[in-house]
């Protein structure tokens, strides 16, 4: 039986875990050469970012009082995040200096088409609940314009002005994403059917056995994700294709595992006001670092 004690990771407190971590490595994308030590700890760090962000959009979206509110607020913030990397990769910003986020993608845009998929995914209407098909596809489309607008590529024209339409994980985001999803949708399948009254399931949910099983669940998923990127990775390693997915870097989001495995399914200490700074904070932190590296790259 699992307690409190050992599932000590509160709702909160991995949105901070995952917060610091992306911190990181945006700091490390802006440093640029990965041959430098430091700037490859930064990045691999920052691996352990999105797993949790996509985990915890999950569980955010299980326990919403209202699905489509926080599908809006996803809107809203890729809408922002579009504008800001409008401005930042815009010609006039990017003279004389060396940063830019070409073709880096919008994480909230891509955050925004997995909680739809989840939302109609889930819903009771079978005819609407497979039109969570149209955003996987949005993905993969954006992924294979992306691949074809690399300059070495060359058949899709670049233009700073997609850069924001672009998702940022591409595909390897939707495997992960659809892996949780799946692992969480069979483990509870395989729940009801085993306790056969829907009174017990519910009890069940609400355990703290329910919360480790179904997390140790999902870890094994990421886990074999991870050695499938590094195996992938070692054998058909081509520099042009490393540039575009980076499948060695990738295989560290195995380090998201304890911390995703300890997760106690309780929310911990909020308000609106840290709700908020949650959303607030990816724009704000990237327009600071944006604006120390391009001031240091202008001497």
Same mark, same amino acid.
Not at 7 to 14: P, R, V, Y
Not at 84 to 104: E, Q, T
């Given at each position: ?8 990771l ?17 700091i490390?994308?802006f ?8 700037? %490859?700890?930064?990045?691999?760090i920052?691996r ?12 955010g %979206? ?6 489509? /509110?926080? %599908?809006?607020k ?26 830019s ?9 891509e %955050? ?9 995914f ?5 005819k609407?609940?497979?039109l969570?098909? #149209? ?23 670049? /233009? ?22 799946l ?5 509870? !399948?395989?729940?009801?059917?085993t ?23 999902? !870890? ?5 994700? !991870? ?8 054998v058909?390693?081509?520099?042009? #294709?490393? !540039?575009?997915i980076?499948l060695?870097?990738?295989?560290y #989001? ?5 911390f995703?495995?300890?997760?106690n399914?309780?929310l ?5 006001i ?9 724009p ?8 120390i ?7």
């Amino acid at each position: 039986m699992m307690n409190d004690k050992k599932l000590f990771l509160s709702n909160t407190t991995l949105k901070i875990i995952a917060l610091v971590a992306m911190t990181f490595d945006h700091i490390g994308i802006f440093l640029g050469d990965l041959s430098n030590p430091i700037v %490859l700890i930064l990045r691999i760090i920052g691996r352990i970012s999105f797993p949790l962000y996509l985990f915890l959009l999950t569980e955010g %979206l299980k326990h919403t009082h209202n699905k489509w /509110h926080y %599908l809006l607020k996803l809107g809203i913030m890729a809408i922002i995040i579009y504008f800001g990397i409008f401005i930042i990769n815009s010609p006039l910003i990017k003279v004389g200096s060396k940063f830019s986020l070409d073709r880096v993608g919008n994480i909230f845009l891509e %955050l925004f088409l997995y909680a739809l998929t989840y939302i109609l995914f889930t819903l009771p209407n079978k005819k609407i609940k497979f039109l969570g098909i #149209i955003p996987i596809l949005v993905i993969i489309t954006s992924s294979i314009i992306k691949f074809l607008s690399i300059s070495t590529f060359g058949y899709v024209k670049y /233009h700073f002005t997609y850069d924001g339409l672009y998702i940022q994980y591409d595909i390897l985001g939707l495997l992960l994403f659809g892996g949780i999803f799946l692992c969480q949708y069979l483990y509870n !399948s395989y729940c009801r059917k085993t306790l056969k009254s829907g009174d017990l399931f519910l009890s069940y949910q609400n355990s703290n056995n329910y919360l480790f099983y179904k997390d140790i669940f999902i !870890s094994f998923y990421i886990v074999l994700l !991870s050695i499938i990127f590094y195996v992938v990775e070692k054998v058909t390693f081509n520099q042009f #294709i490393n !540039s575009f997915i980076n499948l060695g870097m990738t295989s560290y #989001i195995i380090l998201s595992i304890p911390f995703i495995i300890l997760y106690n399914g309780k929310l911990g200490y909020t308000n609106k006001i840290i709700k908020n700074a949650f959303y607030l904070y990816y724009p704000i932190h990237i327009v600071i670092i944006f604006l120390i590296f391009y001031l240091i790259s202008l001497k």
